[in-house]
């Protein structure tokens, strides 16, 4: 198989360096100074414990390359920018290529199942990071991430377990899985601190984060949404992941505040608390921190403001 990894940045930079390195073809697909460097220099990959450089073909668009019967396509961009790159992706290949998304929240795979006819699903499970053009580091001393994979909405199949495969021959460890997307909700309850930490650094928010999180199980019990336990979930983690510094230098945060970090002015709020938001909305069920930390981290991210600039009491200063 070709990997084509659509968003070379911390995720998806991080699983095509990994799966290069270990004799798999890919491909990547970047954009301005990040593709720039990559094309003259090759992508460098940073962990605890080594730093190569990769020389990863790169474009910029999927009509750059020409389409093989073996690619399966892994989306690895921000949910905001998913729409756009499904319409790019679908216009060069039709709708018969697999779509792998190793992204964030629930809302990518419906998004890809409307263009493509194979979605599959993975709850990533992954401390990556991305602040320099042409650079990733995977934080994990031990595995890179955990990625298990599924057809969406339910199910496996023999690419699933081939992708495991391969990805399990390239430092993480990957399992198909056929209720994939109970370990997407749990990872969603997880990524409502995103926001948080985006805005407030790396201080005590446990308590704010509590109150996002009850309002989205209030959110799953109404709407009847199944999700695997903490247990259940530290399981599968197990110490697969083990986060250690990088050159002496503790790892800053999260996807939304590596956003903030490079001044993007766009972030997926909207896809994360706002899912929960959405979900209260349609069976009445109040969401005040959640629509909170949406439009804190939207606003902060159209003001070009980095993060860690707020403290937890001016956050909570503005709650309805």
Known sequence: MRYVIYGAGAIGGAVG??????????VLIARGAHLAAIQANGLVLVTPNERVTLPIPAVELPSQLEPRPDDVVMMAMKTQDTEAALAELAAAYGDGVPVVCLQNGVENERLALRRFQRVYAVPVMMPATHLEPGVVQADSANMTGVLDIGVYPSGVDELATLICADLAESRFSSMPDANVMRRKYTK???NLGNALQAA???????????MARAEALACYRAAGIDFASDEEDRARRADHI???PIAGQRRGGGSTWQSLARGKTTVEADWLNGEICLLGRVHGVPTPVNALLQRVANRLARAGTPPGSMTVEQLLAELD
Not at 200 to 210: I, L, P, Y
Request: proline letters at 0%; glycine letters at 8%; hydrophobic letters at 45%.
């Open 200 to 210: 407030c650094g790396q201080v005590d928010t446990s308590s704010v984060a509590a």
């Open 242 to 244: 083990r986060i250690q």
């Open 17 to 26: 360096a990994r799966l290069f390195q270990h004799g798999h073809e890919v």
């Open 188 to 190: 969603l309850l997880m």
